[in-house]
């Protein structure tokens, strides 16, 4: 296995539809990406504002539903 590919942090892709995800996915996607900032803000990785961007994608959706009850 490359360094390469062991390297990668899993996101988000911009075109999952979290709105089909379940109050509970949507919390331990939540609680994934969290845990991945946490190590990119560590690591000092470049890809600490892609993973922003997904916790904030979630947090949105969470937001949403919220407003709906």
Same mark, same amino acid.
Request: glycine share 2%.
């Given at each position: ?18 709105? =089909? #995800?379940?109050? =509970?996915? =949507? ?5 994934? =990406? ?18 922003? #961007? ?16």
């Amino acid at each position: 296995m490359s360094n390469e590919k062991t390297n990668k942090i899993p996101v988000l892709s911009e075109d999952y539809n979290l709105s =089909l #995800d379940s109050d =509970l996915e =949507l919390a331990r996607t939540m609680k994934r =990406l969290c845990g991945e900032y946490e190590m990119c803000y560590y690591t000092m990785s470049t890809a600490i504002c892609e993973v922003w #961007d997904c916790i904030v994608r979630v947090a949105q959706e969470i937001v949403r539903r919220g407003d709906c009850k």
